[in-house]
Each structure stands twice: as structure tokens, then as C-alpha cells.
């Protein structure tokens, strides 16, 4: 049977509706992709450090992790997916709440890879713009199949977003995949702020010309 877990603890399963904390940001990652690809292992790998070898369909997983990134704590809110097509309608869902993907295939399983363009395709679509942070984890690297690399870098390309191998059995960047995605976030983030100030600032800028030259006109 499909699991479908919500429980809560500072490091371990927490309700999708979790509050933000006041005084950390806090980052909502949301890990997309086929059935069997690894999704859990990577998650269970980075919150817990633990592997587990058997199979088990997700419905719905939520963990959240305090980690350091860049000298400064931050929230996870991690939603492990399910990766089978009847749950669709809830994986839409997640990615509407979602502020940044994971977008993991099996290196072992092409088709996988291909299901990430869709994947890829649907976010866009759902968000209704291209500044989605979004990063491509090829899972499995201690059994990859050879070329599936290169098919994984061209797909990485073509979709303008960076890629990771990663292996949850032995841990090899479980915890850069997360650490990169919310830098992404916040850079993000921190681009829309400045483009804003920016904007104001120009505003400011243009009405105190035209105040003086309606002030210079009356003058004359």
C-alpha cells in the first residue's frame, strides 16, 4: 500500500500547512518524478542520514530540516511526491504552493528522464512563468547506466536548469541538491526585491523631474 505520512518533529514529517517560522526563512521544496526513481531515499537520506532499501509508493511525505546555507539557518519544508499518475491532480496541487522542484529520474531509466520534461512543462505552465527554480537530480549514480549522463546533461540544457548526479545509497550530494535549490530560491527572491527598490526609486527619480519642470514653466 501507498504511504502517506504526516507527522511532525523538528527534523522528520510535518503537516503541509506548517506555519513559517518568524525569525528563519523558510523554503517549501517540492520533489517531482516517476515511481521508483529514488524520491524518498534522497529525501530520508537528507533529513535523517538513513537509506532504506525497499520500495514503498509515496501518496504524500512532508519532512521539514533546519540547515545552515550560507551562514545563515534556514526552514525546509520538503514534499516527497507521489510519482504515480493517478495522483496527478494532487501533484498539481503541490507545485501551485511549491517555491522550488526537484526534478529527480532514475540513471538507470531513461523514460524517467523523459517523464521530467513533462514535469518540467506542467511547472512552467501551472506557475505561468519561466523564473521557476528548478533543478535536475539524476538518482542512483552507483549503478548508472552508461550514457544516460550525457542524455541527463543535454536535458538539463535544454530546460535551462542545473543538474546533479546523486546517489541516496551512498549519500554523494544529498545535502548540496537542497542547499543549491534554496540558494536558487533566494537569489530569486532577492532579484524580484531589487527590481522593485529599483523601480521605486526611478519613480521617485521621474516625479521629481516633472515636479520641476512644472515648476520651472510657472516660473517663466
Known amino acids: 500500500m ?44 537528507f533529513v535523517k542520514s538513513f537509506f532504506f532499501s525497499d520500495y514503498d509508493p509515496t501518496i504524500e511525505d512532508s519532512y521539514v530540516k533546519q540547515c545552515l546555507i550560507d551562514n545563515q539557518i534556514a526552514q525546509l519544508e520538503i514534499l516527497d511526491s507521489a510519482g504515480q499518475e493517478e495522483f496527478k491532480p494532487m501533484r498539481d496541487q503541490y507545485v501551485r504552493v511549491g517555491e522550488g522542484f526537484l526534478l529527480v529520474f532514475s540513471l538507470t531509466d531513461r523514460r524517467s528522464l523523459e517523464e521530467c520534461y513533462k514535469l518540467h512543462r506542467d511547472i512552467l505552465r501551472i506557475k505561468d512563468t519561466d523564473n521557476v527554480p528548478m533543478l535536475l537530480v539524476g538518482n542512483k549514480l552507483d549503478i548508472r547506466q552508461s550514457g544516460m549522463d550525457v542524455h541527463a546533461r543535454a536535458a538539463a540544457a535544454s ?62
Open 2 to 45: 501507498p504511504r502517506n505520512h504526516k507527522r511532525s518533529s523538528s527534523s522528520g514529517h510535518v503537516n503541509a500547512t506548517t506555519k513559517k517560522t518568524k525569525d528563519k526563512p523558510t523554503y517549501k521544496i517540492i520533489v517531482l518524478g516517476s515511481g521508483g526513481v529514488g524520491k524518498s531515499a534522497i529525501t530520508i537520506q
Open 159 to 220: 530546460m535551462h536548469i542545473p543538474y546533479f548526479e546523486t546517489s541516496a545509497r551512498t549519500r554523494h550530494n544529498i545535502d548540496e541538491n537542497n542547499r543549491m535549490e534554496v540558494r536558487r530560491r533566494s537569489q530569486r527572491v532577492a532579484k524580484v526585491i531589487t527590481e522593485t527598490i529599483s523601480k521605486k526609486v526611478q519613480a521617485k527619480k521621474k516625479l521629481k523631474q516633472n515636479l520641476l519642470q512644472l515648476k520651472n514653466k510657472n516660473l517663466l
